[in-house]
């Protein structure tokens, strides 16, 4: 990128030489018509075509340079969605890692009650194993004593027999529960451990993210400069070719009478993709770019037609109308047909109405194949509408 943008510098810097020795040798005096007048259009040309290969280069650079932009921006969306779907997982493995925790501290709480349990069962039932190693078979001879029959001698000694039997069957209860919670604490604990594991990995990609979408985005922002850059030598090519274009309008024929209406100049299609006036430029972008004529969309190679009779005073290409013809039909009016895939005519050529002077093409700033058709009155463009009738 950063290669890129010192050619872009020597690319600007040789502009601006260029139309500046364009700008100190174009300026056209006062024409005197006659002989010269050939001559004269024919260096104008020959100055409009000196621009054509810095235009063309210039076109295509910025052209390159909105495409690789788009593809950065492109990335950048992608890249922030992913860091968009990347924190939702943090937080997703956060609010885990949170409700694991409150596991692990509830089933701790349970651990505890049933130690507690656990603790106050072993006591009752070491305190019963010691009584009855300390009197051993005399707590028999007790029951018996204490008894006031046999009858009741069986039903003392069966109940001590179930005690006994009962306080090592909850002991059991309760060892086996609190295992199975520590068991359980136990799995809850590796679960946070993978949990926070995971968490950190994401977030080491979350941060990993915002650094690669800082880094395209000061890209992006370097080569939106350049892109103006681009733009800004473009529109200065186009005025020097402007200026000469104005300059070829001098020479126009002053006699003769300016026609009222005008032929439509693309048979194959009435269809208006753009009108005249502002406009944000389909190639550019430019906003309020103003659009000098009307684009007809027709069918690549199909004909454009001569709207009235007249001289043929430009036939050339440069980087903004392409392929395009200038006709002077008297009276100060002048016709121009741009972007053709080919030129039928040349300087000098005498045409009458509804002859093919050329093809629908695409060349130069274009978006696809149209005719871009403008109608100039003393060299400065009008609405053609109320020419064509429309």
């Known amino acids: 990128m950063q290669k890129k943008s010192k050619k872009n510098l020597f690319t600007i810097f ?18 005197a018509f006659g002989d010269e007048t050939d001559d004269q259009l024919n260096a104008l040309n020959q ?20 495409i690789e932009k788009n593809e950065q921006l492109k990335q950048l969306n992608q890249i922030n969605n992913n860091i968009e779907s990347v924190q939702n997982t943090v937080d997703s493995l956060q609010a885990s890692i949170t409700q694991t925790e409150s596991d692990i501290a509830y089933t701790e709480g349970e651990i505890a009650n049933k130690q507690r349990d656990y603790d106050g069962r072993m006591a009752i039932f070491c305190n019963r194993l010691k009584e009855l190693y300390q009197y051993g078979e005399m707590n028999y001879v007790d029951v018996l004593f204490q008894s006031s029959d046999f009858s009741d001698f069986l039903t ?58 800082q880094e395209k985005e000061a890209m992006v922002a370097e080569i939106a400069a350049e892109e103006s850059n681009l733009t800004a030598i ?72 001569a ?12 980087s903004a109308y392409g392929n395009y013809v200038v006709i002077d039909h008297g009276g100060g009016m002048s016709t121009l047909y741009a972007h053709m895939s080919k030129r039928l005519v040349g300087v000098g050529d005498t045409v009458t109405v509804g002859e093919v002077i050329g093809l629908v093409g695409s060349t130069g700033l274009s978006t696809g194949p149209h005719l871009h058709f403008e109608v100039r009155i ?3 463009h009008t609405k053609p509408n109320p020419y064509l009738g429309i």
Do not use: C
């Open 156 to 213: 003392r000694f069966e109940y001590l027999s179930y005690v006994a039997e009962n306080d090592k069957e909850l002991l059991a209860e309760v060892v086996e529960l609190r295992t199975s919670l520590e068991e359980q604490k136990a799995s809850l604990e590796t679960q946070k451990t993978s949990l926070e594991a995971q968490k950190k990995e994401h977030e080491a990609k979350v941060a990993e993210l915002e650094l690669a979408s």
């Open 234 to 305: 473009l529109d200065a090519i186009e005025e020097e070719s402007d200026r000469i274009a104005a300059n070829i309008a001098a020479l126009q024929s002053g006699g003769g009478t300016a026609p009222s209406t005008l032929m439509w100049p693309a048979p194959a299609s009435r269809y208006i993709t753009s009108v005249y006036g502002p406009r944000i430029h389909p190639v550019t972008k430019v906003q309020n770019s103003f659009h000098t004529g009307i684009d007809i969309g027709a069918g690549n190679g199909t004909n454009i037609l």
């Open 47 to 66: 100055q409009q075509q000196n621009l054509q290969e810095q235009m063309e280069s210039t076109k295509n650079e910025l052209q390159n340079t909105t």
């Open 307 to 318: 709207a009235a009779s007249g001289t043929v005073i430009v036939s050339t290409y440069n």
């Open 14 to 31: 040789g502009s601006v030489v260029l139309i500046g020795s364009l700008l100190a040798t174009t300026v056209v005096p006062n024409f």
């Open 378 to 380: 003393n060299g400065q």
